[in-house]
């Protein structure tokens, strides 16, 4: 489908379906044998014409349209459907009409299987041991810097102080499936907040400081967490029956501890993939903020499609810009930890402007409105390697002034709700397009279906909800059955046991090489 160029051309109607049911016979010229032939004018009256004729040997006609709008390709697709649909109705005359199929054999294939990675998601660590083994092959490296001007903190100590801060969860009852609340600014602590919490089998819940205070109390009556990591400063108190337990300060968690053991083990939490990791708060802006919980195996799904889509070099360095209550989070902190690369820790992605560390910086993530002042500022590093665009549709003069930036600089633009773990499907933008960027295909272990009110793939080109299936897929929402059975539903479309599918409510395309164009919400 292409856009139209002349706009005042617009007809009264677009489209006509014409059927001469009666058949004409042959004229007759004497002795003459005389037959009927097509005659193309090369011009289109409509924007689409589906011209139909009964003949002595059946039904017989074509199409005709308008070059500027559609192309061969997809006219022949629209063919194909009709073939279908008529064939549906021939083999089974008593169907619906909206049950009757529009997919040829080979685009239901592409639809379900071709354009889905069929690489299965890694089984087995969860998503702290991705931490923990790092540390075992470079515990003197970088793993966070707190900038500016703040701590760098090595994996073997990260790894002392989150064991140490697990003891002591363990210690007062946190095991697998305990929701312990995060309530500390942005500082080391938070790093070894996260990894400790994990290490003693829970699973995190974010409070970010800066929220209001109405947004965190109800993130603590709404998820019920019995325990509540804060520091000095954070106003929030236990109360509730909640146990509230203090970090201490940073320059104390420095120096030796009596309880510190080098021979404490790792992962000493009996926990496994499918248990929570952490739960994330929505924003609420569709009616009542709703905990989103996320499994260990979803966000090592996620850990382990980066290690193959970026390169070593291009994760040495990740700008940690994003708060705890979004999971971007967990792309910036866990990515860098799984390969040996550090986390530099800022207070936003504005902070890159004038950050004495910026020049060490070789990915950034963030949203394309924070790009674009980025770019403003002219505070993109010359060493950036990636810039990973999400959360907000990417115009395609955006992606030009970024790539105009370095010939090495490459842009992705990644989609995902929190629902599935962050990112679900991903496009790396190539140069030198005049499209809008597509949203890509799904990443490995994740599988993407544009369906219809029936939970039927659109065609080709056919807006329709967007779907998710795969590793990615959040548990469910939090204390909600009701929501997550009306969300989370039964994938027929896979032989899996027990597989399910994700609704999304966004609205989407299928593009004819597999991209996938995103619309907005259906609503």
């Known amino acids: 489908l292409q856009p139209r160029r002349d706009l005042a051309a617009q007809p009264l109607f677009q489209v006509m379906f014409q059927l001469q049911s009666a058949p004409r016979p042959a004229p007759r010229l004497g002795p003459l044998a005389v037959s009927s032939l097509p005659a193309a004018t090369g011009t289109a009256k409509l924007d689409l014409q589906l011209a139909l004729a009964a003949t002595a040997e059946g039904v017989a006609g074509g199409f005709e349209y308008q070059s500027e709008l559609f192309d061969r390709p997809t006219v022949a697709r629209m063919a194909g459907h009709l073939w279908s649909l008529l064939a549906g109705a021939l083999a089974d005359p008593g169907r619906r009409l909206s049950q009757l199929p529009l997919l040829t054999a080979a685009e239901r294939q592409a639809l379900l299987c071709e354009w889905n990675d069929g690489d299965a998601a890694p089984s087995g660590p969860c998503l702290h041991q991705l931490f923990e083994a790092q540390a075992d092959r470079t515990p003197e490296a970088v793993a966070l810097v707190r900038a500016p001007a703040g701590p760098t ?305 659109a065609p080709i080109g056919v807006a329709a909800e967007l779907c998710l299936a795969g590793a990615g897929l959040a548990r469910g929402y939090l204390g909600r059955p009701e929501l997550t059975a009306e969300r989370f539903v039964p994938d027929p479309l896979t032989p899996t046991p027990g597989g399910r599918l994700y609704r999304t409510g966004d609205l989407a395309r299928f593009r004819s090489d597999g991209e996938i164009d995103f619309l907005g919400r259906i609503d």
């Open 153 to 457: 903190i090595s994996y073997r100590d990260l790894d002392r102080r989150a064991n140490r801060l697990a003891r002591r969860l363990r210690a007062r009852g946190v095991g697998a499936e305990t929701l312990v609340g995060i309530a500390l600014p942005r500082s080391a602590e938070l790093a070894v907040a996260v990894l400790g919490v994990l290490k003693a089998g829970g699973a995190y819940v974010p409070l970010d400081p800066g929220y209001p205070r109405a947004r965190l109390e109800l993130t603590l009556g709404d998820s019920g967490v019995r325990y509540l990591l804060r520091g000095h400063d954070t106003e929030l108190a236990g109360g509730m029956g909640r146990v509230d337990i203090e970090l201490p300060e940073a320059d104390a968690s420095e120096r030796p501890h009596e309880d510190d053991e080098a021979d404490e083990p790792n992962s000493a939490a009996r926990v496994t993939p499918e248990n929570l990791a952490y739960v994330l708060y929505t924003s609420g802006s569709t009616g009542i903020p709703k905990g989103v919980a996320l499994r260990h195996a979803g966000a090592v799904a996620l850990v382990a499609w980066a290690g193959r889509a970026f390169a070593a070099g291009e994760t040495a360095a990740v700008l940690a810009s994003t708060s705890l209550c979004f999971d971007l989070s967990v792309f910036e902190l866990f990515v860098p930890w799984s390969r040996g690369g550090r986390a530099i820790l800022v207070d936003d992605a504005l902070a890159l402007a004038g950050l004495p560390e910026a020049e060490h910086v070789t990915l950034v993530n963030t949203v394309p409105s924070a790009m674009a002042e980025l770019l403003r500022l002219a505070a993109l590093p010359p060493g950036l390697r990636v810039a990973n665009l999400a959360g907000e549709p990417l115009a395609r003069g955006l992606a030009d002034r970024l790539q105009a930036h370095g010939a090495g600089l490459r842009v992705w633009n990644l989609y995902g709700p929190s629902e599935a773990a962050t990112y679900a499907t991903a496009a790396r933008v190539p140069r030198g397009e005049t499209r809008a960027p597509s949203i890509g295909r799904p990443i490995s272990g994740t599988r993407a279906y544009l369906l219809d009110r029936g939970i039927e793939p």
